[in-house]
Every structure is written in structure tokens, then in C-alpha cells.
């Protein structure tokens, strides 16, 4: 059973647009994080967000926790080539299992020059 | 080392053939995990040691599976008598501490069983 549900599921748009991306579950979670991977590496932690409503930008990405800690969405702002990539949710539940991800199964996104 | 090194980079065994596949996590790191990432998906926990011991070994899918980090820093997952279904990306990350969950992967090992 995937707990964690992304959508879309594959993204392709063209340089300079915007996008989001969203992460959605019926379980709360203590913290979430955002991924990216490129082909043949391992996931590189983008962000983690641990407050509900809580707000991160990193340079033209902005991440949102959602109010119930059940959800979250990332949003790209006038989207590069090295954008490029897939994108990961995992939720981390809290309790003595607070190490465990839970991932979704990414966004594949393209960005066109 | 600067980060999590993982060895081989890519493995191709046939069916019913034994594999180990290495971990070496960053220096001074407590906390060591394995997740299989099949294609597709998202990776899937495998295994949690806090320095020697597998705190939990919950999301090995079966017997067949075994991992080991006898001092405290390298670790190897074991698979015997592999399967086609074995064949993923498994993906090891180490943690400064296991409430840190800020986690480092490494690059992975591509396993391909023919």
C-alpha cells in the first residue's frame, strides 16, 4: 500500500514556466521531505518540513506542509533545464519509528529548453 | 569518506545465485539504512542499524535477506538464492543519529538478476 500518493506522475513543460507538484496522504506524518534524483545517483534531500502550514523557499522552489501535516506541495518558479529530474515526498511518522521514510513513487519531471 | 559509497555500482547475477552488496557511509555517521527502490516506485525501507545491531529489519522481504554492519560503519546486504523480482536499485543512506533524519544516500547498486 503506497502511503504517500504524488501527482502528476510525469511532468513535461518548457523553460521559464511554472509548476507545482503535490504529495498527498490519510496519514499524518512528524516531518516531510522533498527529494531529487537524477538518473544513476541516489535521492539528495531537497527540504524538510516538520510544522503544519509551514512555508520553505529554496531559491525559486517553495515547499508547503499542509495545515494537518497530511499533505504537501512543491512549487517550481520559472523552471530551468537543471530542473530536470525526479521529485520525492517521504514522510517520516513520529514516534520510536521516526527514522523510517516513506516515500511516494516521485514526479518525473522534464524541462524542455 | 566526503559521502556514502556504495559498491559495485552495477551487478548482474544469474537466478539462485548469492550477492553482497556494500555500504560504506559517511565517517562518524551512527545510523545506517538500506531501501530498495524497484523501477517506477519510490524506494521501500529495507533494514535500520543504530551503530552494530539492526535496530529493525521489518521491511526485508524475506529470509532470503540478510544485512550486517559488524563494527559500527560498513554494512553488507546479503541476498541468497536470488530471484528475477530481486532485480532494483538498493540504496543505502547513513545519519548522523536516528532522530536525525536528515539522511545521506548513497548512489545505489543496480542489481539485475537474469
Known amino acids: 500500500t503506497q502511503l504517500l500518493e504524488q501527482s502528476p506522475q510525469f511532468l513535461s513543460i518548457q523553460e521559464g514556466e511554472n509548476l507545482t507538484v503535490y504529495c498527498n496522504s490519510s496519514?499524518?506524518?512528524?516531518?516531510l521531505q522533498w527529494y531529487r534524483q537524477e538518473p544513476g545517483e541516489g535521492p539528495v534531500l531537497l527540504v524538510t518540513?516538520?510544522?503544519?502550514?509551514e512555508v520553505k523557499k529554496l531559491k525559486r522552489l517553495t515547499f508547503q506542509f499542509g495545515d494537518a501535516r497530511k499533505d504537501s506541495s512543491l512549487h517550481i518558479t520559472a523552471a530551468q533545464t537543471g530542473d530536470t529530474g525526479l521529485y520525492l515526498c517521504?514522510?517520516?511518522?513520529?514516534?520510536?519509528?521516526?527514522?523510517?521514510?516513506?516515500f511516494g513513487k516521485g514526479t518525473l519531471l522534464t524541462v524542455n529548453p | 569518506g566526503a559521502g556514502v559509497s556504495q559498491t559495485p555500482s552495477n551487478k548482474v547475477t544469474e537466478k539462485g545465485k548469492y550477492v553482497e552488496l556494500r555500504c560504506d557511509p559517511i565517517s562518524g555517521h551512527t545510523a545506517l539504512y538500506w531501501y530498495r527502490q524497484s523501477l517506477g516506485q519510490g524506494p521501500e525501507f529495507l533494514i535500520y542499524f543504530q551503530g552494530t545491531g539492526a535496530a529493525d529489519d521489518s521491511g526485508l522481504p524475506n529470509d532470503r535477506f540478510f544485512a550486517v554492519r559488524p563494527e559500527g560503519s560498513v554494512s553488507t546486504l546479503k541476498i541468497q538464492r536470488t530471484e528475477r523480482g530481486d532485480s532494483a536499485v538498493y540504496l543505502c543512506?547513513?545519519?548522523?543519529?536516528?532522530?536525525?533524519?536528515?539522511?545521506?544516500f548513497g548512489q545505489g547498486t543496480r542489481l539485475t538478476v537474469v
Open positions: 543512506a547513513s545519519s548522523l543519529r536516528a532522530a536525525d533524519t536528515e539522511a545521506f
Open positions: 517521504a514522510g517520516a511518522r513520529s514516534g520510536g519509528s521516526n527514522y523510517k521514510l516513506t
Open positions: 496519514s499524518v506524518f512528524s516531518s
Open positions: 518540513v516538520v510544522t503544519g502550514g
